[in-house]
């Protein structure tokens, strides 16, 4: 699976778009790009993905440049709630992971202000 | 309360002990997830279950034997563990066994220190 870079912390307040960023240089043609989230010690959340296209869902959008080897997760009216642990990871679409080892990264640490 | 409980809470083993970890799901999900968290450590996941068939070991040694009797439980059972596996193991379940996709609701965890 392609790696991918994250910045590891960021500060947002609170009202404010989130921007996370997330670079995925070596990425492969039939590699999706993932967002989760981990809030205290709870497990993944899923946030989003997608291939190439930019997504947009109830909680966030992604926005994938034309290159693929970067995108960005955006939280348009980050809450509190939202203050969690953000990790971009990509592998090929599946419905499991098959025999592979999956970790989550060091993600980035989001901490929204009041 | 998310409708999942894991126990114990908490465990101490030495080295040469044997031990189980329970989880218990009270949501109806026929899916079920072991994870292990070490400190300053992504998470990681261990082993999902669907419909109590093992659909995903992702290169857990054989020290963690999981075990699912039906859809509502799940165990992990620890024997001749290591230092290093000191950590929090977190159980999940969720309706289906679509890991990318699927909301998962999570246990407490079971906080394991090996001595």
């Known amino acids: 699976d392609a790696k991918t870079t994250q910045p590891p912390s960021m500060d947002c307040a609170e009202g404010r778009a989130a921007n996370l960023p997330c670079n995925h240089s070596?990425?492969?043609?039939?590699?999706?790009v993932y967002w989760y989230r981990q809030i205290h010690s709870q497990g993944p959340q899923y946030i989003i993905h997608?291939?190439?296209n930019n997504e947009t869902n109830e909680m966030a959008s992604l926005i994938i440049t034309e290159d693929r080897k970067s995108s960005t997760l955006i939280l348009p009216h980050a809450t509190l709630r939202d203050t969690a642990v953000y990790y971009c990871?990509?592998?090929?679409?599946?419905?499991?992971?098959?025999?592979?080892?999956?970790?989550f990264g060091t993600g980035t640490r989001l901490t929204i202000i009041p | 309360e998310t409708g999942v409980t894991q126990t114990p809470r908490h465990l101490v083993m030495g080295m040469t002990n044997k031990k189980s970890l329970k989880c218990e799901q009270h949501?109806?999900?026929?899916?079920m997830y072991w994870y292990k968290q070490s400190a300053k450590k992504p998470l990681e996941l261990m082993f999902v279950?669907?419909?109590?068939?093992?659909?995903e070991n992702n290169s857990v040694p054989s020290r963690f034997s999981p075990e699912c009797p039906n859809s509502s439980h799940l165990f992990l059972h620890l024997h001749t563990l290591q230092p290093e596996d000191s950590a929090l193991y977190l159980c999940?379940?969720?309706?289906?066994?679509?890991?990318?996709?699927?909301?998962?609701?999570f246990g407490p965890g079971t906080r394991l220190t090996v001595l």
């Open positions: 070596t990425i492969s043609g039939n590699e999706y």
């Open positions: 279950y669907s419909l109590e068939e093992r659909v």
């Open positions: 990871i990509v592998r090929p679409f599946r419905s499991n992971f098959g025999n592979e080892k999956l970790t």
């Open positions: 997608g291939l190439k």
């Open positions: 999940a379940s969720s309706s289906s066994g679509s890991i990318f996709t699927d909301t998962q609701y």
């Open positions: 949501l109806g999900h026929n899916a």
